[in-house]
């Protein structure tokens, strides 16, 4: 009997283990309060939520639910109130300034509005990273111009590009360091359908070409629905569901749906 036990006591641990080695980012009882002109209120609530290795993870909810705060939390923009933040085995809150540097230059970020500085080109605008940290083996302007396909627009200065473009380079820019996590936050919401097909696109293949983890914020059903393995969906700084991504959505008629109801129809099959 004491064999028996012993033997699923070793079991469990390694199933354990296996499990802990798949997970990328941990969300435990995470609370974020601020301070609002009417007091206090939570913008997270007790939330508690895991991504995986090389996985695409979307956050979805209306404005206001939480979910660009959750996000920033992975790279340490924003501190949790209460609650912890895991990130690759490391507890974010507990990094002091110096180590939280090192932390971060691992975490590639995507903007909505870009973030590009118009007196400066397109390769400068990419090289930024890399001058300010030092990275092991970096990737070219080179390699990333060509991964984007803008590699005519090298000397090209952002008020010379369109929208599509310049969320390019902020690609570019953001693979350049070949980080392990790519943070997006609504990387689609200042683009057309069809430019936003192509950022879809350029996202999947860095996925696969790069092995990056990659989050995603969005209120774009479709773009969830294209891009993502999973997604959770927040309401009022809660998560109420975490959905796996199915193929096929229907379309239903009647009457007007609440927002989840909307993300289930458009992610999950009938």
Sequence with gaps: MIYFVLVMILIFTEVYNVWRCVLLIEFKEVTKVFQGLNGSFNALDNVGLSVKKNEIFGLIGESGAGKSTLMRFINALEVPTRGH?????????????????????????????????????????????????????????????SFVGLEDKRYAYPGQLSGGQKQRVGIARALITRPKILLCDEPTSALDERTTEEIIRVLKRAHQTFDVTIVIVTHELNVIKQLCDRAAVLEDGRIIDVISIENNAGETDGPVKSYYERVLEVLKDE
Excluded: A, C, W
């Design 85 to 145: 933040v895991i990130v690759d085995g490391i507890d974010v809150s507990t990094l002091g300034s110096r180590k939280l540097r090192v932390f971060q230059k691992d975490i590639g970020m995507i903007f909505q509005q870009f973030n590009l500085l118009n007196n400066k080109t397109v390769e400068e605008n990419i090289r930024l990273p890399l001058e300010l940290h030092k990275y092991e083996k970096p990737l070219s302007v080179e390699e990333v111009l």
